[in-house]
């Protein structure tokens, strides 16, 4: 199993991390191999990948978002909605780095819910809690939602859009040949950043949305 030091160094092209978010990031890894053992949480199953692919990019968001002004506590504080949560990837990540938001896991499927509660339960985590449910039914909203990996990008995208709370912002983390796409739903209600490479990705980016 992965150390709080490996976990750290494998994270370094992606985000500065801390001892003790290290340390929260090798119990959350050693949580989601346990539960994927038994269910599919995510298809990778090497637990180096698991850190790279799914907790960097993840970190690499929250510095994106947060060097965006998305968790600028100065009008209340930040909200985010992580939508087809799954394995908890990008929110978890994302709240560990920024504690101070409050963060939603909105996630259908009843056995995954019931694996991010209990993430939630052992990280110890105040201000973060699962919506069991699909995003569409969903009436509260956001100042950030944040989007990764989910099944008909096209159809999603503007759900997710309509849960922003203006002035708000969405994150994407897509792959570039989707670009076109959230370029074509968002525009030309929504100003959007170039996409920024994932680091160590070929193909992987974030993009970034303002609404006003």
Same mark, same amino acid.
């Given at each position: 199993?992965?150390?709080?030091?490996?976990?750290?160094?494998?994270?370094?092209?992606?985000?500065?991390?801390?001892?003790?978010?290290?340390?929260?990031?090798?119990?959350?890894?050693?949580?989601?191999?346990?539960?994927?053992?038994?269910?599919?949480?995510?298809?990778?199953?090497?637990?180096?990948?698991?850190?790279?692919?799914?907790?960097?990019?993840?970190?690499?968001?929250? *510095?994106? =978002?947060?060097?965006? $002004? &998305?968790?600028?506590?100065?009008?209340?504080?930040? /909200?985010?909605?992580?939508?087809? %949560?799954?394995?908890?990837?990008?929110?978890?990540?994302?709240?560990?780095?920024?504690?101070?938001?409050?963060?939603?896991?909105?996630?259908?499927?009843?056995?995954?819910?019931?694996?991010?509660?209990?993430?939630? *339960?052992? =990280?110890?985590?105040? $201000? &973060?809690?699962?919506?069991?449910?699909?995003?569409? /039914?969903?009436?509260?909203?956001? %100042?950030?939602?944040?989007?990764?990996?989910?099944?008909?990008?096209?159809?999603?995208?503007?759900?997710?859009?309509?849960?922003?709370?203006?002035?708000?912002?969405?994150?994407?983390?897509?792959?570039?040949?989707?670009?076109?796409?959230?370029?074509?739903?968002?525009?030309?209600?929504?100003?959007?950043?170039?996409?920024?490479?994932?680091?160590? %990705?070929?193909?992987?980016?974030?993009?970034?949305?303002?609404?006003?």
């Amino acid at each position: 199993m992965l150390d709080a030091s490996r976990i750290a160094a494998l994270l370094s092209p992606f985000a500065d991390v801390s001892d003790e978010l290290a340390d929260q990031l090798s119990v959350y890894l050693h949580l989601l191999l346990r539960w994927n053992a038994r269910m599919n949480l995510t298809s990778v199953r090497d637990p180096e990948e698991i850190v790279t692919r799914h907790f960097g990019e993840s970190l690499f968001a929250a *510095r994106v =978002l947060r060097d965006a $002004g &998305a968790f600028n506590s100065s009008v209340g504080r930040p /909200t985010l909605s992580d939508i087809g %949560s799954g394995a908890g990837v990008p929110g978890i990540p994302i709240k560990l780095a920024e504690p101070e938001i409050h963060l939603t896991l909105i996630e259908s499927q009843n056995k995954k819910a019931t694996f991010l509660r209990e993430v939630i *339960r052992t =990280l110890g985590l105040t $201000g &973060a809690g699962v919506f069991c449910g699909r995003a569409e /039914t969903r009436t509260q909203k956001s %100042s950030v939602v944040i989007l990764r990996a989910v099944e008909n990008f096209e159809e999603t995208l503007p759900i997710a859009a309509g849960l922003v709370e203006p002035p708000g912002m969405i994150g994407l983390l897509i792959g570039a040949n989707q670009v076109a796409t959230a370029q074509s739903v968002l525009s030309p209600t929504w100003r959007l950043s170039d996409p920024l490479s994932i680091p160590t %990705s070929r193909e992987r980016v974030i993009l970034v949305g303002e609404v006003t």
